[in-house]
């Protein structure tokens, strides 16, 4: 290990407790989505942190993205901090957002507590932990090696967890992640640290409605209920598309290991009379449902194709229509990300490996991720295939109750950020 690399390990463990504090600051923001709340607070306490070290910051609102609104605004920080010498930009990219608090916590979600070295809080692992841990490997190499090669940007986005479209698929399509201003980009989301994640799978989200016809509840002889047919529908994916589904495996490295195989998760189903409201004590109306709608999450694998998963779909909705009496539908999709993934031989996958092997004393897993990550707006949007995700933090822990990130762990991963950071802006030997 060079002396420099040893340096940045160093000074990293001794800033253990901003480290720490820097995370809890962060979880202490509710950056709930949905809503998309408080996003430019977090936005502006990352703008003050980072100008501190030189870094020239922007604020950037994906006006008129989805979700985005004057009550909710869209709002992400970029902030560059450039080098004494021309060379490549390394790109740290963190989304902000966290989701839905759930039942079930024994800690407060958003106090940030410090208990038997972890830290706790939605949020902690997924991903705040990670971006705090970004930050301190930037501004301790920054620091030590002001006289750094390229440039370094550290960003706070939007959205992810919603799909991504109020944050990176907005920057990128403004031309922040394009080849020629972004080189390497690590996106620290929670798989591990001592794993490199190379991609994801593909989704497709799609919503089925099933339609029937409107009658007295105490006649429905005289009606056609579009919930029966949804139930139809129902069988036809237990009976045929899961276990086909679950027949296919894939070469991609996903974890865990279930996710190896298709899968799909029917996110919702309404039928009928629409949900009262909690305080409503009326009783439902006597009516036969005459419109039904499902949404469906179908995680596909680099094996299989949009169409083939689209097609698959539709094809057992005509084959109802065709063998089930009164049976229409409407499908809709609703969104589609394709597979993605960078290869091995790239050279952010290379650096990070090294550094891993450095700090951790042991050659990293390669792994690809159940669900899609901002990752498929750089590489479709941007046109940038040298991205990866590498951060602390447990991913089974994410949108859990209780979640946490490991202190430790964040360490580890700010010394392994920072070394990639050094192999990629200084000349150093090898």
Known sequence: MTAISRRLRDEITERRDNLIALTQDLIRIPTLNPPGANYREICEYLARRLAKRGFE???????????????????????????????????????????????????????????????????????????????????????????????????????????????????????????????????????????????????????????????????????????????????????RLFPAMAARRTEMPVVPEGARQSTMNINSIHGGEAEKARDDTGLPANCVPDSCRMVIDRRYLAEESHDSVSGEVRALLEDLKTTRDRFDYRLQELNHVAPSMTDRDAPVVVTVARAIETVMGRAPAYVASPGTYDQKHIDRIGRLKNCIAYGPGVLELAHKPDEWVGIDDMIDSAQVMALSLAALCLDLPE
């Open 57 to 239: 910051t922007q604020l950037i609102r994906a006006t008129g993205a989805p979700g985005d609104s004057d009550r909710y605004p869209r709002w992400n920080v970029i902030a560059r901090r450039e080098g004494a010498f021309p060379g490549a930009c390394v790109h740290f990219n963190s989304h902000t957002d966290v989701v839905e608090v759930g039942q079930g916590w024994t800690q407060d979600p958003f106090g940030g507590a410090v208990k038997d070295g972890r830290i706790y809080g939605r949020g902690a692992c997924d991903m705040k932990g990670g971006l705090a841990a970004s930050i301190i490997a930037a501004e301790v190499f920054v620091d030590l090696c002001p006289d750094f090669a390229g440039a370094i940007e550290i960003s706070g986005t939007a959205d992810e967890e919603s799909g991504g479209y109020g944050g990176v698929a907005y920057l990128a399509e403004q031309g922040f992640f394009s080849p020629e201003r972004v080189q390497h980009v690590i996106i620290p989301e929670p798989l591990n640290k001592d794993r490199i994640c190379l991609g994801h799978r593909g989704a497709w989200w799609a919503e089925i409605e099933t339609r029937g016809e409107i009658a007295h509840g105490a006649m429905p002889f005289l009606g056609d209920c579009a919930v029966r047919h949804m139930g139809a529908v129902i069988e036809a994916f237990e009976t």
